[in-house]
């Protein structure tokens, strides 16, 4: 939805309420409504930038903040961003209780800044989404849903790898002695630094780990799930998630090797065969998606062996009846589990596909122009936060022919209309203030819009 442009006079109602939850986390009151308003314009304001959102604000006259004063209680300051999303975390914790099934997905998503090289996590690699160059942050998401609900647990930017770089530099400019004292200490720097970011580095895989056990130890979700597919499948991951008492669902890739008929052959090899052999083997089953529909789907199960993970339950899906499409290989620990509940789970795994959308395009995760690694994760993490709270706005507009394709459903374009008419608001009643004080027309403009 495209909002307007108008002047944001302090932060909407609804927002601040929400944000109130999370006062305990800030020090001082300015420093918290300036991340209160920051809050506000990523979502309000069409330019989700802090100069974009700063320069949309209209201040009280004589109590107007620079826009340097606001980077830094935003940015800065120094409120800690992890306490942010524990306390975020506590918070939905209370909310989704009594909601019905949740699963927590794993995944990662591509954050591009083509023009923004110098940003913490930028990197220019391949870009596998859309198939070319282009520089990107890759960003870490745990997200939790249920059927009323998808909310972020937490966004990590993941560090770029240059030991490839680093390396071909030290061997570059190796030397066979070295006759000066500073030239010997210059040196050992350089190694000191390249083992350093060498031991510092993590792989994706290693951040999602670090994700999970970060959440089973708050254990604010005890009867969420986990599914992903197998770009984080990995041996410790399974292992940390059944130490917790839970189980998970992965999509395993069809090149895996299963142990069938005595003889380690792919998955995909075994999917063949049953589909040419054993056709019968896949039946009907309907389960009912996040979205309350329902979907009709062809599965094969098996409890089988695989190197290293050992006996798991594989389920071969087809989405046609006639098995003609390409089958989906889902993985898990929970062997007494029926097909219809794998399935049902890893229907949840695509949350965080919205989850990532939804920041993109509606609360700013790809518009961060700041360049430091603690001013990054913040912007991330306000924006995951910006996404919980707009959730739960009440959406008006259902009399509106604009939102009659909804039917009835409180559609998130219903609920920005809802957050626009309260900033509007608040822009009204400024305006009628300054008229009734006895201001003209362009006394009340240079307010609201100084020239």
Known sequence: MLLPFFSLVGVAPTIAKGM?????????????????RYVNGLILSPNKTLQGIHSQIVWPEGEAVSRRAMHEAVFEAGWDSEELMQK????????????????????????????????????RSYDYVEHRMSNYQTVVTAVISNREYIDGLDVVVQP??????????????????????????????????????????????EIVRDLVEQLETEGQFPNAHYAFDNGVLTLELTRLIESKGKHWVSEIESSRHILWDNQWQRVDAVATLLRSQHPQSFRA?????????SKTMWAFTKVIRLKRYGRKRLVIVHEQSDLGDAPRFLLTDA????????????NYRWSCEVFHEFCKQVTGLEAAQVRNQQAVKRHLRLCCLAQSLLQRVTGSGGKSESFSFAKGTQTIGQKLHSLSREALAQLLELAHGLFANGRSIAQVLEVLMPA
């Open 160 to 205: 770029p790898n240059w030991q490839e770089a680093e390396k071909a530099y030290l061997q570059m400019s190796a030397q066979q002695s070295y006759t000066e004292m500073g030239q010997v200490m210059a040196r050992l720097s350089e190694l000191i630094s390249y083992q350093s970011n060498r031991l510092e580095y993590r792989k994706r895989t």
């Open 20 to 36: 109130q939850a999370y006062r305990s986390v800030f020090c001082r009151e300015e420093g918290f409504n300036h991340v209160s």
């Open 285 to 293: 089953v309907t389960i009912a998606c996040r979205n309350g529909q």
């Open 335 to 346: 062997q007494h589990w029926e097909s219809t509940r794998i399935m049902e789970t890893w």
């Open 88 to 123: 975020h975390r506590e918070t939905l914790s209370s909310e989704h209780q009594g909601k019905g099934k949740e699963v927590i997905s794993l995944d990662w998503t591509l954050a591009h800044h083509e023009r923004g090289k110098e940003i913490f996590g930028v990197k």
